[in-house]
């Protein structure tokens, strides 16, 4: 069973900082990863996928790395800003068998950056 | 562009009521799921469904049914809510892709609660 697992689950940082949250799972067949990104009482909105061929994607300050055969991925945020303060999640989608459209999340990190 | 809306937003029940949450997406969207997301406990699926006319359970599905009469729409429907049912409900969709380029999209939640 795939494992999903996010450190730290609570990061404060002060405004300007480059920062580095972690995501790893346990079975290396992974389709893609998603990063999303959630507000408070909001639903979650996608940031950056990664395909299992892929080794990273950018977006903007984001950066995504994959490494699949260390279970590994982390997402970068550059000069960070009170804005990026949320939770992120990062989702990994099975790459076997008639299952790949079942997304298995990790648990978050919430995000503060402060002033 | 809509994406994934779900409806109600909001909604406290008593126990023993019944209730059905819709999810609606405009993307044709093949793929649509239900989640809830509780505190520690990160985001489960519930059901899932493959295609028009087809619904299958997830890793929580006992209490909630669904069904996708329209491609569009997915279902969640409580018939005997519980306490243990307060929780935070997403609906997601994917448009499966090759290459794993499929990537997933979530509604804004509704939040239920159950007293």
């Known amino acids: 069973k795939q494992e999903v697992t996010q450190i730290p689950a609570a990061l404060s940082v002060p405004e300007g900082e480059n920062l580095v949250l972690n995501c790893s799972f346990t079975?290396?067949?992974?389709?893609?990863l998603q990063w999303f990104r959630q507000d408070p009482g909001k639903g979650l909105t996608s940031l950056l996928l990664?395909?299992?061929?892929?080794r990273e994607q950018t977006s903007g300050r984001l950066n995504a790395s994959l490494d699949k055969s260390s279970g590994r991925s982390t997402l970068y945020i550059a000069a960070s800003q009170p804005g990026d303060s949320a939770t992120y999640l990062c989702?990994?989608?099975?790459?076997?068998?008639?299952?790949?459209?079942?997304?298995?999340f990790g648990k978050g990190t919430l995000l503060t950056v402060n002033p | 562009n809509a994406g994934v809306t779900q409806t109600p937003k909001f909604r406290v029940l008593k126990t023993g009521q019944s209730m059905t949450l819709l999810c609606a997406q405009d993307m044709n969207h093949e793929y649509m799921y239900w989640y809830r997301q509780d505190p520690g406990m990160g985001l489960r699926l519930i059901h899932y469904s493959v295609g028009e006319g087809t619904t299958a359970k997830g890793e929580v599905p006992d209490g909630y049914n669904v069904s996708r009469l329209k491609k569009q729409n997915f279902l969640l429907g409580l018939e005997s809510a519980a306490p243990s049912q307060t929780s935070v409900y997403f609906c997601?969709?994917?448009?499966?892709?090759?290459?794993?380029?499929?990537?997933?999209?979530f509604g804004q939640g509704t939040r239920l609660t159950v007293v």
């Open positions: 989702a990994v989608r099975p790459g076997s068998g008639g299952s790949n459209y079942k997304l298995t």
């Open positions: 997601a969709s994917t448009r499966h892709q090759t290459g794993g380029r499929t990537e997933a999209f």
């Open positions: 990664i395909q299992s061929s892929q």
């Open positions: 079975d290396s067949a992974i389709y893609n």
